[in-house]
């Protein structure tokens, strides 16, 4: 199985704040990454997908980048609506998710 | 509009049985592959299985056992079957469309999510 590990766990940060979550892969899934968001009680939201494309819909203060085994999802400049738990999903060999990166306030 | 709706919340005792159902609408059923996915109580994202509605294809998950992925294609429904529960199985599950029909693709689409709860 391939491991996806998200650091950090969690983060506080402010509105206005750019920030920045990373997930490493146990063995290179080459660019088949994606990133989802979940806010509680909801289905989680696709975000970026194949590394760095953007889904439609989803505004471009969300961007990803990376490829082989470490990725980054970068949020710009953080809105109240971005507080939610993100996670990161290898689609190359089956599917895994990192265990998520809960942002709050 | 393009949508997945799942079935409604689901009680059980160990050892029973259970299907829930992901309903597609707003797309052509066939050309997208569907994928279950599992969420635990305060837990992240564990992907299940998923099937290729136009031939039932499938593939599970190495880690995860006692569940059944199948389609109903008249009805444009996935379905996730067990055949006897347990309190572990007690999780939010989702469905998910695929972006396309290939291996490579992302969980475009999902549903509202079924909540499961076993427990004697």
């Known amino acids: 199985d391939i491991q996806m590990t998200q650091s950090p766990s969690s983060l506080s940060a402010s509105v206005g704040d750019r920030v920045t979550i990373t997930c490493r892969a146990s063995?290179?899934?080459?660019?088949?990454l994606a990133w989802y968001q979940q806010k509680p009680g909801k289905a989680p939201k696709l975000l970026i997908y194949k590394a760095s494309s953007l889904e439609s819909g989803v505004p471009s203060r969300f961007s990803g980048s990376g490829s082989g085994t470490e990725f980054t999802l970068t949020i710009s400049s953080l809105q109240p609506d971005d507080f939610a738990t993100y996670y990161c999903?290898?689609?190359?060999?089956?599917?895994?998710f990192g265990q998520g990166t809960k942002v709050e306030i | 509009e393009v949508q997945l709706v799942q079935s409604g919340a689901a009680v059980k005792k160990p050892g029973e049985s259970l299907r829930i159902s992901c309903k597609a609408s707003?797309?052509?059923?066939?050309?997208?592959?569907i994928s279950w996915v599992r969420q635990k109580p305060g837990k992240g994202l564990e992907w299940m299985g998923r099937?290729?509605?136009?031939?039932?294809?499938k593939n599970y998950s190495p880690s995860l056992q006692g569940v059944t992925i199948s389609v109903e294609k008249s009805i444009s429904t996935s379905y996730l079957q067990w055949s006897s529960l347990e309190a572990s199985d007690t999780a939010i599950y989702y469905c998910?469309?695929?972006?396309?029909?290939?291996?490579?693709?992302?969980?475009?689409?999902w549903g509202q999510g079924t909540v499961v709860t076993v427990s004697s």
């Open positions: 063995q290179s899934v080459g660019d088949w």
């Open positions: 998910a469309r695929h972006s396309s029909n290939i291996w490579y693709s992302a969980f475009q689409i």
């Open positions: 707003g797309y052509v059923f066939t050309h997208y592959w």
């Open positions: 099937i290729d509605p136009d031939d039932s294809y």
């Open positions: 999903q290898q689609y190359d060999r089956y599917r895994t």
